[in-house]
């Protein structure tokens, strides 16, 4: 065994989060061999999970999801910490280390309440609070009305069935985490492309924690770390905010990777689209770099979004 006492994992309380989090745990214990409660899982509440009327950017952006963790972390109330990886701000505090990045799930998006993307139309309305979706869906089909929509996978489906909106988007990695197999149709990454680091369970631990670290480097997947570094380099070099459409793809191809990213105006009338390929070891320069090459394309008032 490790150490006398388990290590403690830090997780947000929502049923998503905590099967995260328990995946997370069961890779350490499988790949160190070591017995089942080597591992506690401590659930801290965020403001993400508090505030569930208003949109994330609207209260402080991604930060509502993490920086409670990253106290407890940094107070060492927690060994280590897990998140969905798009739930992470771009820039991350230097005393925290990207420790592992677990084999990432299905990228695509699922449409819940109408049959496919095809069966949206102007007027309908649809439950999301992710400007990335609002402009994806909106660049398809002007007209369409949103709502906002927070909260958990079951409390978005429950407002779906009490008929608050026509249709809504669900990332599929969370619903098959969630057992929920048979719900809502998919929707090819072809026609919308997902957010950085949709479907990947990401780990984090004290960047001064070189024993936590080596137990994490154990479970991390390189494929998947690999993409996660570049379309976290891409999303932190346009700059911007919660409030930016940003969307962003990696995928090995043969002996490199294939990044395919894009930005978009909220109201979805401007796409700027762009991909590359690139070598492992290049992940985060190349990321940056298309980063560069988009907002060069972008018009004035897009490139605003992001560039002060």
Not at 67 to 84: M, N, P, Q, Y
Not at 255 to 278: K, N
Request: proline share 6%; charged share 25%.
């Amino acid at each position: 065994m490790h150490k006398a006492e388990p290590l403690k994992l830090g997780t947000r309380g929502s049923p998503l989060a905590l099967v995260q989090a328990r995946a997370a745990a069961a890779a350490l214990v499988a790949a160190h061999g070591w017995a089942e409660d080597s591992v506690e899982i401590v659930p801290i509440k965020t403001t993400g999970d508090k505030v569930q009327d208003r949109p994330l950017a609207e209260i402080g952006g991604k930060a509502l999801w993490t920086k409670e963790l990253d106290r407890a972390l940094l107070a060492g109330d927690i060994d280590f910490a897990v998140h969905s990886a798009k739930d992470m701000e771009s820039v991350r505090p230097e005393a925290i280390a990207l420790a592992a990045a677990l084999p990432r799930a299905d990228v695509r998006e699922r449409i819940i309440g109408v049959s496919g993307l095809d069966a949206l139309t102007p007027g309908m309305r649809v439950g999301t609070t992710s400007p990335r979706r609002a402009a994806q869906l909106l660049a398809r089909v002007p007209g369409l009305g949103l709502v906002p929509f927070r909260g958990n996978v079951a409390t978005r489906l429950a407002r779906i069935d009490a008929g608050e909106a026509d249709a809504t988007l669900l990332a599929s990695a969370g619903l098959e985490r969630l057992g929920l197999h048979a719900i809502g149709a998919f929707i090819p990454v072809e026609t919308l492309l997902p957010a950085p680091g949709q479907a990947i369970i990401a780990i984090e631990a004290r960047a001064g924690d070189s024993a936590m670290l080596g137990r994490l480097a154990a479970i991390t997947d390189a494929d998947t770390m690999t993409a996660l570094v570049a379309e976290r380099a891409f999303a932190a070099a346009l700059g911007g905010s919660c409030h930016s459409p940003v969307a962003a793809l990696a995928v090995r191809d043969g002996d490199a990777f294939h990044l395919r990213a894009e930005i978009l105006s909220p109201d979805g009338r401007e796409r700027i689209a762009e991909e590359t390929r690139f070598p492992a070891a290049d992940a985060a320069s190349a990321g940056r770099a298309l980063a560069r090459t988009i907002l060069n394309r972008a018009s004035p008032a897009l490139r605003s979004l992001f560039v002060a």
